[in-house]
């Protein structure tokens, strides 16, 4: 059971928008920096966005993040096939004095 | 260009040791605080710790503290992990990763991340 909460599965047709959420509460999202990074297996992880809506240099501006109060979103515009991956959040916890990430969500371009 | 090597991975025995490496090139290590951060099979990402710039702070996983601990070597460029009590279920790719920005502090893995070293424990 992971401490932030996300959606198991997301789906999209080439060329949608989809958005994945992550809810948490007070003690990490409501007040901490949200990051969202893409998963495919074999690779490293990615950073797509940190400091809840900064895109690191190299990162498509397709790829947008969001957070408002406890909750927060990754949204990905003009969906590509080699956007199918797994996406996790993570924020750091001010209880738990650490980082959680959530459990993940994978995304199916149909 | 952050460039980041894990190594010191491999098979070992239920309550024995290991201790990993990262080793950093490309951008000023001893600013950036640094992460290990583990995936087991055919599950999510695990943050295990973290370390500060200058190393003076550590922050752990309930599910690691008291058996790893995170040290640095700033003049080597040099990240480790020791993992000691070792259990099944500590089976995984251990990555290493950086903090977002300098001296960031209470923050999530930034961009920086090695290709990860398997660690597999079993009897």
């Known amino acids: 059971q992971s401490v932030l909460t996300q959606p198991p599965s997301a789906s999209g047709t080439p060329g949608q928008r989809v958005t994945i959420s992550c809810s948490g509460n007070n003690s990490n999202i409501g007040g901490n920096y949200v990051s969202w990074y893409q998963k495919v297996p074999g690779t490293a992880p990615k950073l797509l966005i940190y400091?809840?809506?900064q895109r690191p240099s190299g990162v498509p501006d397709r790829f947008s993040g969001s957070k408002f109060g406890t909750s927060a979103s990754l949204a990905i515009s003009g969906l590509r096939s080699e956007d199918e991956a797994d996406y996790y959040c993570a924020s750091w916890d001010e209880i738990l004095n650490g980082v959680v990430f959530g459990g993940g969500t994978k995304l199916t371009v149909l | 260009q952050v460039h980041l090597v894990e190594s010191g991975g491999g098979v070992v025995q239920p309550g024995t040791s290991l201790r990993l490496s990262c080793a950093a090139s490309g951008f000023s290590f001893r600013d950036y605080g640094m992460h290990w951060v583990r995936q087991a099979p055919d599950k999510g990402l695990d943050w295990l710790g973290v370390?500060?710039?200058?190393?003076?702070?550590?922050f752990y996983a309930e599910s690691v503290k008291g058996r790893f601990t995170i040290s640095r070597d700033n003049p080597k460029n040099r990240l480790y992990l020791q993992m000691d009590s070792l259990r099944v279920d500590d089976t995984g790719i251990y990555y290493c990763?950086?903090?977002?920005?300098?001296?960031?502090?209470?923050?999530?893995?930034?961009?920086?991340w090695g290709q990860g070293t398997v660690v597999i424990v079993s009897s």
């Open positions: 990763a950086t903090d977002p920005k300098p001296y960031s502090g209470y923050d999530s893995p930034g961009g920086g």
């Open positions: 400091r809840n809506n």
């Open positions: 370390i500060w710039h200058d190393g003076t702070n550590e």
